[in-house]
């Protein structure tokens, strides 16, 4: 398979159609099943009565891809390609800047398809020091090749860029694809040229398994994403577009994966401490947060709960959202005797039923 095939995809309108019918199911449907579960409710962070710290004492900030952040939070790629996404991608941004944690936009196929749609992905203008993440997908990373991926991360000014699996999405999608050969190779290829510290491999809703992470560790992927079930299901998602056998197909699989707690748990013990390990699929409250950093996630990533406050209220709810998740996180560590993240991975949890059986199993 040849790495470096042309640069531009061939035009076409339809995927930034998609993306704004995305937008509205996210905004207006129930896009995550309410049998699906991060399996966090059955891990619990043990109390300390007695911390022996002041709040002014608790220190969030966290490394990520040569930058520190204020706090282990991410802003997970939703959108861009449309006017549209443009607006909700940079007002969003405005408030990741404002609190100091990573953004990421949503697949930059569009803009890879159609170049004059970079401004819709552009957030450096309004984020100027924010860790910021381009996003691909897998099959349009191999079509791509190096040289193309390194221009749709340099065309945002991006730290690193995100290359996100979603097979499942895809065979649900009723226009996506079907052919997923060759993955590892380009892979390993983008972080031979790119550097490791400038790719994320990701999920999208179904979880890596530990088998998957350790194959893209040997191929020198150092920043995982483990996306897990528990949030959006972008199977449900298209299975909301799609009609027929594909509709019906979509409703069996709409629950198809990896919880995202199983997923963090297990695939930190597999791949050990050098890997940069995110922690997304599901991810609600500043509670969720601690307790996977706590099972080993170096940050947390989340995006549904940002992206309603902003339709419902713009710029301020979001800051408002933000100020309550990390409002709570702080008060996770205060309340488990952890002065930082590095911390609360030391101290006592308790884990029981499903979550327990998956991480023995796994």
């Known amino acids: 398979m040849s790495v470096t095939p042309p640069l531009h995809m061939p035009v076409d309108d339809t995927t930034a159609r998609r993306k704004d019918a995305h937008l509205d199911l996210c905004a207006q449907e129930e896009v995550a099943p309410v049998e699906n579960t991060t399996l966090f409710e059955q891990m619990f962070l043990v ?71 970079t401004k819709t992905f552009a957030v450096r203008d309004v984020a100027p020091t924010t860790v910021l993440i381009g996003n691909i997908g897998l099959v349009q990373a191999v079509r791509l090749g190096v040289d193309g991926v390194r221009r749709l991360k340099d065309g945002i000014g991006a730290d690193a860029i995100a290359v996100h699996l979603n097979p499942g999405q895809e065979l649900t999608q009723p226009e996506g694809d079907r052919d997923f050969r060759g993955g590892y190779e380009i892979i390993g290829a983008l972080v031979a040229a790119l550097g490791a510290e400038r790719v994320l491999v990701k999920e999208t809703g179904c979880g890596l398994s530990p088998e998957v992470a350790r194959r893209l560790v040997d191929v020198g992927v150092k920043n995982l994403d483990v996306s897990g079930l528990g949030g959006t299901s972008w199977v449900r998602v298209e299975q909301l577009r799609a009609e027929g056998v594909a509709r019906e197909v979509g409703a069996q699989f709409s629950s198809w994966g990896i919880p995202t707690a199983a997923a963090v748990g297990t695939v930190r013990r597999a791949v050990g401490p050098g890997v940069t390990l995110i922690a997304a699929g599901g991810m609600r409250t500043g509670l969720d947060v601690a307790k996977a950093l706590a099972l080993g996630a170096d940050v947390g990533g989340l995006a549904l709960p940002l992206f309603r406050a902003h339709q419902e209220g713009g710029v301020p709810k979001v800051h408002d959202a933000m100020t309550t998740l990390v409002t709570a996180l702080k008060q996770a560590l205060m309340l488990t005797g952890s002065r930082t993240p590095a911390e609360l991975r030391t101290k006592p949890r308790v884990v029981t039923g499903a979550l327990k059986d998956w991480m023995a199993s796994l």
């Open 47 to 117: 109390h300390c009565a007695m911390p022996e710290l002041s709040a002014d004492e608790v220190d969030l900030s966290t490394p990520l891809f040569g930058k520190r952040l204020k706090a282990p939070l991410l802003v997970t790629g939703m959108t861009g390609g449309t006017e549209r996404a443009m607006q909700v991608n940079r007002e969003i941004a405005q408030v990741a800047e404002a609190f100091g944690v990573a953004f990421g936009v949503g697949s930059q196929r569009a803009m890879a398809e159609r170049p004059e749609l």
